[in-house]
């Protein structure tokens, strides 16, 4: 299988650019770690705001959690199929508008569809899968240290993240919240276009 010739100005850049799309990849890691750790956050919050019982809001977080698990396999199969930009950019996209449309919800199955289903679906794609198969592309003289650094990044962006939110979700507004994932995925989505092969 070949890989797609990466963009201009990378595009002689070699083993310099695999680098990039690490930094690329890294950073996508950081977010989807961000997004599974938001409804831990937004608990308290959206149980005040809406009334909704504890049960129907962790089964939201839950499915999500599941779908992250299993969505992997065929992650890495839509890699090979579609190959990464587009799988990454897809799952990007509909990372920031899971996030982004759940500040208009008014029922449960509203938050079980955007935190469940789609955020679940979405941030399983963009997981440590990801982070193998470009690892594998790219790397074979640093490989285990790209490895170790890809996979460390879904606690790195737990830590980063869960801070800033829980601040945001106790400043009175939880839209805060959904608002700054989406923004941060959103963000990406450029840098994946330009930078990923």
Do not use: C
């Amino acid at each position: 299988m070949s890989i797609a010739q990466p963009p201009f100005p990378f595009r002689r850049a070699g083993q310099k650019y695999a680098f990039v799309v690490v930094g690329v990849i890294f950073l996508s890691l950081l977010v989807a770690a961000g997004l599974r750790s938001s409804p831990s956050v937004l608990l308290v919050p959206l149980e005040e705001t809406f009334g909704w019982s504890r049960s129907s809001i962790s089964f939201a977080a839950a499915l999500g959690i599941f779908l992250y698990g299993l969505v992997g396999p065929f992650a890495a199969a839509a890699m090979e199929r579609f190959g990464l930009r587009r799988v990454l950019i897809t799952a990007l996209i509909l990372m920031s508008a899971s996030s982004a449309v759940s500040a208009y919800m008014t029922e449960p199955w509203h938050l079980i569809m955007t935190w469940g289903v789609f955020s679940g679906l979405s941030s399983g794609a963009v997981a440590i899968v990801m982070g193998a198969t470009v690892v594998n592309r790219w790397f074979v003289k640093h490989r285990g240290l790209m490895m170790g650094l890809l996979t460390a990044s879904a606690a790195t962006g737990t830590l980063v993240f869960l801070p800033v939110l829980a601040a945001l979700a106790s400043s009175g507004d939880w839209t805060r919240v959904v608002w700054t994932v989406a923004g941060a995925a959103a963000a990406l989505v450029p840098l994946a276009w330009w930078l990923v092969p």
